[in-house]
């Protein structure tokens, strides 16, 4: 098997990326090994991306933990069809849909956060009221 060495300008990177992901047909190798990781070019958007995953969890809990129903994609291509339709519904480019998706989920756990504590709230009243009868 021959291996080819690729350069790609930082402004393709995502779209080349993407699609030899998509092709099955790469293999990385880490450059960086002697590098601290918090020096690396992507440190902060992996933070981002690990506190964003936390977000989203969060909510699959609360909607199971609430019974809410969860759908989620039963294939790849599925999963990427709806990706491609929600960037298409939110006139964004694939590669700038995560700081979309990430600021949605900062508000979606603030409000779920908000309402799990009024439904608290509202539970401590209740009890409060039962033990007055």
Request: net charge neutral; charged share 35%; hydrophobic share 40%.
């Amino acid at each position: 098997m021959e291996l080819y060495r690729l350069t790609i300008p930082k402004d393709d990177a995502w779209r080349v990326i993407e699609f030899l992901g998509n092709k099955h047909v790469a293999h990385f190798v880490d450059l960086n090994k002697n590098e601290q990781l918090f020096n690396l070019p992507y440190a902060f958007r992996l933070k981002m991306c690990d506190e964003t995953e936390r977000k989203i969890q969060f909510l699959i809990n609360k909607s199971k933990e609430m019974k809410v129903p969860v759908k989620r994609p039963n294939t790849i291509e599925e999963f990427n069809e709806d990706i491609n339709k929600i960037a298409q519904d939110r006139r964004k480019a694939l590669n700038l849909l995560f700081d979309n998706v990430e600021q949605e989920m900062v508000d979606k756990e603030k409000f779920v956060t908000s309402q799990s504590k009024t439904i608290q709230d509202m539970q401590a009243g209740i009890n409060k009221l039962a033990d007055y009868v």
